[in-house]
Each structure stands twice: as C-alpha cells, then as structure tokens.
C-alpha cells in the first residue's frame, strides 16, 4: 500500500469516454475527469485525444496531491502487458497493434 500523500492516475479507455481518476494511498478518489474517445474519428484521433487528456489531467493532478507515482490504463480488447500493446480493439475502430504504453 502507498502512503497517503503518494497518488497513482488510473484511466478507463473506452469506446465512448476516457475517465481519468486521481486515486491517492488509502484508495480515495481525490480528483475525476471524463473526456470523449473520438473513437469515430479513427485510432490516431483517439491516441491524439488521449494524448491531450493526460496532460490536461496531469497539470490539475499535481494540485490535489504532493506525488504522483504511476499511471495505469485499462483498454478494452486484447492487451499485450509485457509490450504494453493494444493488439485489438473492438470498441476503438482501427486499433490493431498500438502501442498504448508508449
């Protein structure tokens, strides 16, 4: 278990909505966000997209909590953990093979 004062990000990609949660030590959500997928718009609208919604979380982020020590992804499909690739997706039209950890 981490300290109180040390937060992980988690984020839920879905077909539809990217949620983002500041989650700290005792497991309390100290900060949430939802954004759109743009999963119409093809996989690289939708890599751009989760681009900018983590970075956009990040600066608010470090305001609620001292130290921010990961991030973790759930993506919907078959994912290889080891190389941290996203081999299909079938709510995210067009992902095959990409590179969601990078």
């Given at each position: 278990?981490?300290?109180?004062?040390?937060?992980?990000?988690?984020?839920?990609?879905?077909?539809?909505?990217?949620?983002?949660?500041?989650?700290?030590?005792?497991?309390?959500?100290?900060?949430?966000?939802?954004?759109?997928?743009?999963?119409?718009?093809?996989?690289?609208?939708?890599?751009?997209?989760?681009?900018?919604?983590?970075?956009?979380?990040?600066?608010?982020?470090?305001?609620?909590?001292?130290?921010?020590?990961?991030?973790?992804?759930?993506?919907?499909?078959?994912?290889?953990?080891?190389?941290g690739?996203?081999?299909?997706?079938p709510?995210?039209?067009?992902?095959?093979?990409?590179?969601?950890?990078r």
């Amino acid at each position: 278990m981490i300290s109180e004062d040390k937060c992980a990000i988690g984020m839920d990609l879905g077909g539809h909505f990217i949620k983002l949660a500041v989650v700290d030590g005792r497991g309390t959500v100290r900060l949430r966000e939802t954004d759109p997928t743009c999963a119409d718009e093809g996989k690289d609208a939708s890599v751009a997209q989760i681009v900018r919604s983590v970075h956009a979380f990040l600066s608010q982020a470090n305001s609620v909590c001292d130290a921010l020590i990961g991030v973790g992804i759930g993506a919907p499909g078959l994912i290889n953990v080891e190389s941290g690739m996203v081999r299909f997706s079938p709510n995210l039209p067009g992902w095959l093979d990409v590179p969601i950890r990078r």
